[in-house]
């Protein structure tokens, strides 16, 4: 029956691999360095690449922790920069630009950005999370005091105690997921209040089906999907937390790591996993990384609880851009993120790359990323709660405000150098401001 069934997906699926998709590289020429900062990214040298997050507005981030830095490519120009990091491992800078701060990431260096592109940093070895603002570029310690322990739940984050901070979440309504070494799941709240959300600091994976507070965990890699339950990998399994009832599952993995990652569409909990990073798309499918010595994959849950190959073939190496994803090589692909039209981006460490697969080829992520700097146009109160008044020397004709997604949920016809919106229905969030076709402001509803 197994076997029919195997078969019936297979028929299904063949049209999907007959097409696959296309890998190419979007930052890293493969050198291990620092270098091409305001260049193009195909041309930088980078180090280790700790992890990859993606904002709203095209742009991608990663932590170059062999070097104490988060970079940013901006995915439709190609250009990359610094924007966090002075290079000197260590901990000052918290309330200045986040460019001339100290960080000590070690090979950790996991990170996230939220609704409106504040970048959160898991400063592992400061025992801190540290916050780039969207808007002032300025850092800042939003959990942990620095001391190595569990403490402090119920509290202000800043001065909670963790093990060794590792990976990273932001859901949807602005709440961080943190996990530590010492086998616990942490949230802190939009408002600053940590709570712990899984884990009883005993290294394990029981506990499925009860309460996720009294479970044991490993934990490698953490991601939310659109309903705010959190997926995370450890032990050579993927386990999932509900959001409302706070119950643990297990959702794919068998356990065992060692084995090799067989690709023939095995049910989600038969297969070897032994994933390390998670990601979610728009339709919950769970993608994940699983690198090994030997062999190097990129795989994802599908519809149907079947695992799919999505990238990597063979032993680990570098080739196949240009071609096919899944006749491609990596070598210990990490961290991974979606680009805003829903293309998978992966972090492929040991070549010091970040390549892409062409999961939406049609699409360009330029939508709102196009930000132009200008003195002439002002926008205030930034951030704004009921009206944002917009003034320009230059008659203004045409306003039109955009969300994250690109959506239009404001135009006005006008002709006046100055322009009062009511934004008070607004939900929080980061929108765009473009003003007569050409030029383009952020502010932040609060």
């Known amino acids: 029956m197994r076997l029919i069934r195997k078969l019936f997906f297979l028929l299904l699926l063949l049209p999907m691999f007959a097409t696959g998709q296309i890998i190419t590289t979007i930052a890293g020429n493969g050198i291990n360095g620092y270098a091409g900062d305001d260049g193009l990214a195909t041309s930088a040298e980078i180090g280790i690449i700790g992890a990859i997050a993606t904002d709203g507005l095209g742009n991608l981030y990663f932590s170059d922790a062999t070097h104490e830095k988060i970079r940013k490519v901006n995915l439709s120009t190609g250009i990359i ?5 002075n290079g000197i491992q260590g901990f000052n800078g918290d309330g200045g630009p986040a460019d001339s701060a100290q960080l000590n990431m ?19 070895h400061n025992n801190r999370i540290r916050k780039v603002d969207a808007i002032t570029s300025t850092i800042n310690t939003i959990a942990g005091n620095g001391t190595w322990h569990h403490y402090g739940d119920g509290w202000p984050a ?11 979440a932001v859901d949807h309504n602005g709440n961080l997921y943190i996990s530590d070494s010492s086998c616990w799941i942490r949230k802190v709240s939009p408002s600053g209040i940590i709570t712990t959300v899984a884990g009883i600091g005993i290294l394990g994976s029981t506990g499925d089906n009860g309460l996720a507070t009294s479970a044991q965990i490993y934990c490698a890699g953490i991601a939310c999907d659109k309903q705010g339950n959190i997926y995370f990998s ?3 399994r993927i386990r999932r937390i509900d959001v409302v009832s706070g119950i643990i599952t297990t959702v794919a993995g068998n356990g065992n790591a060692s084995c090799y990652p067989n690709d023939s569409l095995l049910t989600a909990l038969d297969a070897c996993t032994g994933a390390v990073e998670l990601v979610l798309d728009a339709y ?3 993608f994940f990384s699983q690198p090994s010595a030997t062999y190097s994959r990129v795989r994802k849950i599908d519809s149907w609880d079947i695992i799919q190959p999505v990238a990597g073939y063979g032993s680990n190496g570098f080739s196949g851009d240009e071609g096919m994803a899944a006749s491609a090589q990596l070598s210990y692909p990490r961290g991974l993120a979606f680009d805003t039209c829903g293309n998978l981006l ?4 040991q070549n010091k790359r970040i390549r892409k ?7 360009l992520p330029e939508k709102v990323s196009k930000i132009i700097a200008t003195n002439a146009l002002n926008i205030y109160p930034n951030p704004a709660t009921t009206t944002l008044s917009i003034t320009s020397p230059d008659k203004i004709t045409q306003i039109t405000i955009t969300n994250l997604l690109g959506q239009a949920v404001y135009t006005q016809t006008c002709n006046t150098e100055q322009v009062q919106v009511n934004v008070a229905s607004f939900p929080a969030g980061m929108y765009f401001v473009k003003v007569n076709d050409n030029v383009v402001r952020k502010f932040v509803r609060e």
């Open 81 to 85: 920069k610094k924007i966090a990091g």
């Open 106 to 124: 070690e090979l950790g260096g996991w990170i996230a950005v939220d609704s409106i592109g504040n970048i959160y940093i898991s400063d592992s």
């Open 158 to 168: 800043v001065g909670a105690s963790f093990g060794s901070v590792q990976t990273l």
């Open 234 to 236: 450890g032990d050579a």
């Open 284 to 286: 919950g499918h769970v």
């Open 346 to 349: 992966i972090a492929d460490m």
């Open 357 to 363: 697969i062409a999961l939406n080829p049609a699409c």
